[in-house]
């Protein structure tokens, strides 16, 4: 019997709000998971480019599950070059008061 640990974990985490980033290029488009080191994939465009991102993120979380590594949380915000940008589930939502 063929053990489907930890691919039945994936699922739950790919539903997590990691920041998937996608940049246009020349050649296409390229995206990365900002929390996922190493975890890139590139596209000629972006439903190519999120598919193979998609698939690159699955195995990721397997190897990293499977070798006892866990999984990083998101992250409430991200740094982007001089500015900081924050990013959360408070923020954005319109209320003023």
């Known amino acids: 019997m063929t053990n489907k640990f930890p691919y039945l974990a ?3 985490y790919l539903a997590r709000p990691y920041h998937w980033v996608l940049t246009p ?3 296409g488009v390229h995206g990365e998971i900002l929390e996922f080191p190493g ?3 590139d596209g000629v ?4 480019c999120l598919h193979n991102l998609y698939e690159a993120a699955y195995a990721w979380l397997g190897a990293s599950i499977e070798a006892g590594h866990g999984v990083p949380n ?4 991200i740094f982007i070059g001089k500015d ?3 990013i959360g589930k408070d923020l954005g939502s319109g209320d003023d008061a």
């Open 74 to 77: 998101p992250v409430d915000f």
């Open 39 to 41: 975890c890139y994939a």
């Open 25 to 27: 290029e020349d050649n």
């Open 45 to 48: 465009n972006l439903p190519e």
């Open 10 to 12: 994936v699922e739950k």
């Open 84 to 86: 900081l940008a924050f």
